[in-house]
């Protein structure tokens, strides 16, 4: 983590920019993958139980 | 491949994506029950892993937001608005000297006209007590004291002053009045020209305070008679370039949302249209470097000329005003001098009637009280105010007439606008007839009536004639038609020149912020952060 936070800090704004809508739309990415099973379905009607 | 490919964290979004997608959620292996159970598991092994990754990303997340307000509060310039401000004061100081230098009376200058011209028909009496005690209290500060002899101007102003120097409270004035009123319904009109008439009595020593100040205060600023103008249009026209460049205040715009970025930024189509609007062609990006540079320097020229413009087009009523009373000029000869004749004589008269009506109160050696009389002085005394008031609203109309008359045949437009000044009462009219000026008070009109006469960008209004029979709105665009711009008479008219000058503004702020020392881009990335840490901080 530590790495990351360092390279971050090397970032131009611009890089810094594009970085934080990279992983904003791989946290979307991830949450569309998330399987919601058919009995939680059932338990949940609705929301996202996953998270 | 670029920076931002080669990041640990982008790697690790890749990493993850793969890992994601070898998760192995059935088995072919097994009864039908080990199968569901194989895929339950499965699910549950691969949402479990991808919570987690959410969570590791959100704190990658949060930490480039941390990054962020770093980053903005090292980019943000520094706000000088303090420093403008006491400039500001400073160049308000010297204006203050280019009027004490003007062409005006002493009365004006020292504001004692804008006390007067507040006290019409419809002030209420508490504003008017008011404005008599600022009035004596501006005297006293000058040095003179004035007393209950100075107000026997009539024999109801007398009556009335001399509770109030005796500090009467405001609600025993108020009984006073209301006595006064039932024989002299005219006694707010009465105390108005008793304060016009103090002005006259003392002009010798306002005239000799006013000197004694300007001489104090140019020896303070050092500069002089000749000097004060230049001084005051050199150093605020710097000021207006520091401020115009002014790195906090143009980034400030795009913040507070004012202006748009996305409007800004080369290659935007709003920029390109507003740049290809005045090009020759209407195409800005044909222009050559050389072309493009000269194109730069006449639209920042235009844009300051047509905010003149805009400013002349208020004023405009004004000019059309003088001139139609410079043409009949001959006419009027020699009437401001015998209308004061006129004036001295019922004066005199004046005075007469108010001693008469001393000694019928039995004032005075030999006096013997006589009410009779002292009716009849006062009946005279309020027929003799009226004459007296329209003989100097006669006087004050031809006021301005008798200064056109110093006006040499080569006059601009400027020295039209400058001898407006010599006549306090010529403006308070005009101002107070013209509907676009009724909102505000006569002292804010006139004081930026002042300030667009001196304003350092007028040169267009000194250099044309004003009794040349130009159109103002022709020269200007033929003007810089010559100097390779798309611009009409009907894109700078009245009805047109605001959205011309919002056009020219977008290339003004850019020009000024290509010489400051933030980037447009700057500016979009800090716009960007500041929008993402916003967001961040409404969604905790």
Excluded at chain 2, 175 to 187: L, T
Excluded at chain 2, 411 to 424: K, V
């Amino acid at each position: 983590m530590e790495q990351e936070i360092k390279d971050m800090k090397e970032l131009t704004n611009d890089d810094l920019l594009n970085l934080h809508s990279a992983i904003q739309e791989h946290i979307k990415y991830l949450r569309e993958q998330i399987i919601t099973l058919e009995d939680e379905k059932e338990e949940n009607t609705g929301g996202d139980s996953n998270e | 491949m670029n920076n931002l490919d080669n990041h640990s964290i982008m790697k690790l979004i890749d990493i993850d994506k793969i890992h994601i997608e070898n998760f192995v959620l059935k088995t072919e292996e097994g009864t039908k029950r080990y199968k569901e159970k194989f895929y339950l598991k499965s699910v549950n092994d691969r949402n479990k892993y991808i919570n987690r990754q959410i969570n590791i990303f959100k704190k990658y997340l949060n930490d480039i937001e941390n990054e962020m307000v770093e980053r903005v509060n090292k980019l943000m310039p520094i706000n000088n608005s303090e420093k403008h401000e006491k400039a500001r004061k400073e160049i308000q100081q010297l204006l203050n000297l280019v009027f004490l230098n003007a062409n005006c009376s002493s009365s004006f200058k020292l504001k004692f006209d804008y006390i007067i011209a507040d006290i019409t028909k419809d002030t209420s009496l508490e504003d008017v007590h008011q404005l008599i005690k600022k009035f004596i209290q501006e005297f006293s500060a000058l040095g003179i004291n004035l007393s209950i002899n100075d107000f026997t101007y009539s024999m109801f102003t007398e009556q009335y002053m001399r509770p109030f120097f005796k500090n009467s409270s405001f609600e025993e004035m108020k009984n006073i009045f209301e006595k006064i009123y039932f024989r002299c319904p005219d006694i707010i009109l009465h105390l108005k020209m008793n304060l016009i008439y103090i002005l006259e009595r003392y002009k010798t020593k306002l005239d000799k305070y006013v000197l004694y100040l300007k001489k104090k205060k140019f020896i303070e600023y050092g500069v002089d008679e000749l000097s004060v103008v230049k001084k005051y249009i050199e150093i605020r026209l710097a000021l207006g370039h520091v401020i115009a460049t002014d790195s906090y205040n143009n980034t400030k715009l795009f913040l507070t949302g004012e202006k748009k970025i996305c409007d800004f930024v080369e290659g935007s189509p709003t920029r390109n249209k507003i740049y290809d609007m005045f090009a020759c062609n209407n195409n800005y990006n044909d222009l050559s470097k050389e072309a493009k540079k000269n194109y730069n320097s006449a639209v920042m020229d235009l844009y300051v000329t047509l905010k003149e413009l805009k400013k002349y087009y208020n004023y405009e009523f004004l000019l059309k005003d003088l001139l139609l009373r410079y043409k009949d000029k001959d006419s009027h000869k020699g009437q401001y001098a015998s209308k004061k004749k006129e004036i001295d004589k019922e004066e005199k008269r004046r005075q007469a009637i108010y001693k008469a009506y001393l000694k019928a109160t039995g004032k005075g050696i030999f006096s013997i009280k006589n009410d009779d009389k002292i009716s009849n002085s006062m009946l005279k005394m309020n027929e003799e105010i009226h004459k007296l008031n329209n003989l100097y609203e006669e006087l004050r109309d031809l006021e301005i007439t008798n200064s056109l008359n110093e006006l040499s045949e080569s006059a601009s437009i400027y020295d039209l606008f400058t001898c407006a000044l010599t006549s306090f009462s010529f403006l308070e009219k005009s101002f107070k007839n013209q509907e676009n000026f009724q909102e505000s008070t006569i002292e804010d009109s006139l004081s930026k009536y002042f300030k667009f006469i001196y304003n350092p960008s007028n040169s267009l209004l000194r250099k044309i004639n004003v009794f040349a029979d130009y159109d103002i709105v022709s020269v200007v665009a033929e003007k810089y038609k010559l100097l390779n711009l798309t611009i009409t008479s009907d894109m700078i008219n009245r009805d047109n020149i605001d959205s011309t000058i919002d056009s020219l503004e977008v290339i003004n702020l850019i020009q000024n912020i290509e010489k400051s020392s933030i980037s447009l881009h700057e500016i979009d990335i800090l716009c960007q952060m500041k929008n993402i840490i916003e967001e961040s901080k409404n969604n905790n």
